[in-house]
């Protein structure tokens, strides 16, 4: 499983997708910085400059977008890696040496998951942390737990990781990163209808955003992190105003249960994929 | 089932939906010789590889491989094989997709055997290379290495010479042939029938799915010779022909059925006669007509 797993970094590496996203990574880490550097020099309508509860607000909630876009960018980047790593290397024929080999293929799917959920974390780690760090930098603020959101952001990546994984077993690349994504919007589009009928009292809305974040739990993950970014004093006003925040604020996590039932999601979906590509004629 | 057979199988079947690719496939391969597997396109060859190698699951039907139900994966460290759709890392190097292999076979003096598979291959020079850079029969030679790497039991090598030139062929046939003196099984599908006739011991013949003529080359063949006697025409030659074997008229030439050992025998009649011979020529049938006549493919 390890050699497999060796090979499929060395692939990334070699094919170059590591620097290329580094590269990207740090171009747009440093635009974020410029923007956020001109927080500082803004002024009011009245010409005044913005005081320091304002900027902070402000990147506050430019935060959370940047972190939104993210969410978005390591779900894309989960699917695309997941998606061809098995079906291209099954429509190819490469694969056929390899699990003629004393290895199953739950062996081979493993080693192959596992190196890409390990290289999508450390790209959501590393790039989350250099954002946050130019965020407080040029403003002075930082998102009150931001490793607690990024753990919840690689979670989010993983779901999709295994989603593509298990899809790719039976569908090309390409259909399965388009079932992938198409699922990920949607359940992102059924939580903000959840969102609103929590907020409107409306149980059939609120039981629509339960079973989509059941079903994929990428919503209720990007809950979390979310959650985890926001000053505690915008979720005292939103609550204080009884307004709904939109999609890209929360007021309250989602239950506790919810992380372990990602977990047994990851797992379960896991094992799915690995039958199925057991069972499968190559 | 016979364990001391390298491939024993027991109507094999296949289904894809409704079609059928393999319906009946029931072969011996004995351990140490050279099995051919010849068919036409799209007789059920690559499936039936496929279903050997564990790669597909039999529809019906049970098989062994060196003793071992199909499939087993310990057995798998003593099998190699080539695939007919080869394919390999293209961006790592000949020398790294054999470590890579070698480390997965869990071998021990991995770095020496990977030099002598790829001097077996003639890819030595080239080892270091990018696969990416390499020709298709390059490529080829490197899924050969591949298949051989770690001293395999059984090899089992789907049209291995498909995408090599005529040096790269007989040196392919060098290479079974060692593998022959060195006790290794080798399961060769294949459809250039001049090279399975020069390199394996017992052949079998599939058609649409079934197995339809299974023995050894000349077995299949059949010992049947014939001679061709070009003389000038003269239908009074057929009768004292006849005395040999039963005979056919092939334009200007008489075939008779008849044992080569006779050729002797036979010109000396003739001059008696007083019979003017042009020639007299021994012909062997080959696999090929065989092949052709089997398969239900008219000959020229």
């Given amino acids: 499983m390890m050699y497999v797993a060796i090979l499929t970094i060395n692939e990334l590496a070699r094919r170059r997708f590591l620097l290329a996203a580094l590269c990207a990574t740090a171009v747009l880490v440093a635009l974020t910085g410029w923007g956020f550097t001109h927080l500082m020099h803004m002024h009011d309508r009245h010409g005044r400059p913005l005081s320091v509860i304002e900027i902070r607000s402000m990147t506050a909630v430019l935060v959370v977008l940047i972190a939104y876009m993210f969410s978005f960018v390591l779900a894309v980047v989960a699917v695309f890696l997941a998606a061809p790593s098995l079906a291209n290397d099954i429509e190819s024929g490469v694969l056929l040496p390899i699990v003629t080999r004393p290895l199953s293929r739950a062996a081979i799917l493993s080693g192959k998951a596992l190196a890409l959920a390990f290289v999508v974390c450390a790209y959501a780690t590393a790039s989350g942390l250099a954002e946050f760090a130019v965020a407080r930098a040029a403003t002075g603020y930082l998102p009150p737990h931001p490793f607690t959101a990024i ?43 959840g969102s609103l009928g929590t907020y409107y009292q409306n149980t059939a809305a609120i039981n629509a955003g339960i079973v989509s974040q059941l079903l994929l739990p990428t919503d209720a993950m990007w809950r979390e992190a979310v959650y985890y970014l926001e000053p505690a004093v915008s979720v005292a006003a939103f609550n204080a105003r009884h307004v709904w925040p939109g999609p890209f604020f929360v007021l309250a996590p989602p239950p506790a249960t919810m992380i372990l039932w990602t977990i047994v999601w990851i797992a379960a979906l896991f094992a799915v994929a690995a039958y199925s590509f057991t069972v499968r004629d190559l | 089932m016979d ?43 690559t499936t039936s590889v496929k279903m050997l190698t564990g790669l597909i699951r039999p529809s019906h039907g049970s ?56 001097d077996l291959a003639a890819l030595s020079e080239r080892g270091g290379d990018r696969v990416g850079a390499y020709s298709k029969g390059m490529q080829q030679r490197l899924g050969l290495a591949v298949a051989l790497l770690g001293e395999p039991d059984l090899v089992i090598l789907d049209e291995p010479t498909s995408a090599l030139d005529p040096i790269g062929r ?131």
């Fill in chain 2, 170 to 300: 007989h040196e392919v046939r060098q290479i079974l042939r060692s593998l022959k003196t060195h006790g290794t099984t080798v399961f060769l599908n294949s459809h250039l029938l001049t090279e399975v006739e020069q390199v394996c011991d017992r052949i079998a013949i599939v058609l649409r799915g079934r197995i339809v003529a299974q023995g050894t080359i000349a077995e299949i063949i059949g010992i049947q010779d014939v001679v061709r006697v070009r003389a000038q025409s003269d239908r009074a030659l057929q009768p004292i022909l006849e005395r040999f074997g039963p005979v056919s008229v092939e334009g200007d030439a008489f075939l008779i059925a008849t044992a080569h050992a006779r050729i002797p025998e036979l010109v000396q009649t003739l001059v008696q006669t007083g019979a003017r011979i042009f020639a007299v020529e021994p012909i062997e049938a080959t696999l090929e007509d065989r092949f052709l006549e089997i398969t239900g493919t008219p000959q020229p």
């Fill in chain 2, 63 to 118: 098989g062994t491989l060196l003793g071992a139900p199909l499939g087993d994966r310990k057995t798998r460290r003593k099998l190699g094989y080539l695939p007919e759709l080869f394919r390999y890392q293209e961006w790592l190097s000949g020398r790294e997709v054999l470590r890579f292999h070698a480390r997965m076979m869990g071998l021990r003096d991995a770095k020496r055997e990977i030099e002598r598979v790829l």
């Fill in chain 1, 151 to 193: 753990a919840y952001l690689c979670l989010l990546a993983v779901v999709m990781l295994v989603l593509a994984f298990a899809l790719s077993t039976r569908l090309s690349a390409l259909a399965g990163s388009i079932v992938a994504i198409v699922f990920f919007g949607g359940t992102w589009m059924a939580g903000i209808v």
């Fill in chain 2, 3 to 45: 364990c001391a057979n390298a491939i024993e199988t027991r109507g094999l079947a296949k289904t894809f939906g409704e079609t059928s690719a393999v319906a009946d496939l029931s072969l011996s391969v004995a351990r140490g010789e050279i099995f051919g597997f010849l068919g036409p396109n799209g007789a059920g060859k």
